[in-house]
């Protein structure tokens, strides 16, 4: 099996290099699978460069850095030769000035906020991270625009995974993003108007399925999918960078380390030290359970990966509280034997770099000062917001 991570145990030292891209093809769809930063970046570039005649795209957070201003002339440039470009990104996430995309507008390009203001949606984010060039391929993934999302290992990049798709399920994005556009072109916007396109969006039966998340009465269709299919799994794996879920989803984890396996890698660097916290404050019963856990140790962890059973989920959506039930996420469920077989074997290339989590090493961690700051990252994670948790990491 090709890969790219090593561990040079005889010395002492890890070294990391992100692996190489891998295709396959399941369910009629054609996959290429992108865990470097610099293949991720020249997908997504290519994507736009060799787009004909329309582009859509939407993101969390984009960085006015040289990443950001490259994929925003990639999107001129695109404009100007005719391409209909359109571009959503989040009021709170994207850290660009005013007249930043004023250029892609004047080349007749399309550029929205999804804004949230002070009301119940407030704390809503549009957490999705899109591209689709001719209603034909598209580039899903945990990353957004900006340098330390394609960057490096050795230059403190995030670890993550995109995703390059052809077949039905680009038609499906296509789809949500028409829902997503058509919510955010509408002046003065109301919540219950998003909340009902959440709640009504239907992802069919078949193996694959475009599941959507947000802020609904009722569980939407991403929590309701994986809910139903943790609770009669018997054999997980799971790479994820902020990990802070109910306690019901984590009830369920537990049962299927008890009669099964459930192999959990989790960040063990971030830029938000209470996500972490908030992690191993679960560590005592996941490790109870039988659960198998791991610390990712080479570079921040961005990846949102879950391989449960026969299928595999990938997407923008973490696994905690505002991934499952308030920001908008977008999550692919493939449900394929022979892809979840070899997801689980990119998943098992990181545990030679990751620290294990035993019984014992977290008991040595697990003192009366650090239980305090695990159990107030969890709060600060799973009922306020990632920016409060950022700004207020507890030394983490």
Known sequence: MAGSITDE?????????????????????????????????????????????SLKLAYYMYREDRVGRKVRDALVAAARRGVDVHLIVDGFGAETSEDFFVEL??????????????????LIRNHQKIAIADGERALVGGFNIGESYFAPPEDDGWHDLGLMIEGSAVDELLRWYGELEDWVATPKAQFRAI???VKEWDPGDGPVQLLVGGPTRGLSSWAR??????????RLDMVMAYFSPSAGMLRRIGRIA??????????????????????????????????????????????????????????????????????????????????????????????????????????RKANLFNRIRWNLS??????????VSRRLNLGL
């Open 9 to 53: 145990r005889s010395s002492g030292h890890v070294d990391f290099r992100d692996p190489e891209p891998f295709s396959l093809k399941a369910r009629g769809q054609s996959l290429t699978f992108l865990p470097a930063g610099h293949d991720r970046f020249a997908a997504l570039i290519s994507l736009i460069e060799n787009a004909r005649s």
């Open 105 to 122: 507008r004047d080349a007749g390009g399309h550029f929205a906020k999804f804004i949230a203001k002070w009301s119940r949606r407030y």
């Open 195 to 197: 909340s009902r396109k």
């Open 225 to 234: 999918s994986v809910g139903r299919d943790l609770k009669r799994g018997r």
């Open 258 to 363: 008890q009669r099964g396996e459930a192999r959990l890698i989790m960040a063990g660097r971030s830029d938000n030290g209470a996500t972490i916290g908030a992690t191993r404050s679960l560590y005592h019963y996941l490790l109870k359970t039988g659960a198998a856990v791991w610390e990712f140790r080479p570079s921040k962890l961005h990846m949102k990966l879950i391989v449960l059973d026969d299928t595999v989920y990938i997407g923008s959506a973490n696994f905690d509280m505002r991934s499952l039930y308030l920001n908008l996420e977008l999550m692919l469920r493939i449900e394929d034997a022979a892809l979840a077989c070899r997801m689980r074997e990119f998943v098992t290339l990181h545990h030679g770099v990751s620290k294990r989590i035993t019984p014992e090493s977290h008991k």
């Open 378 to 387: 969890w709060f600060l994670v799973a009922v306020l917001d990632y920016t």
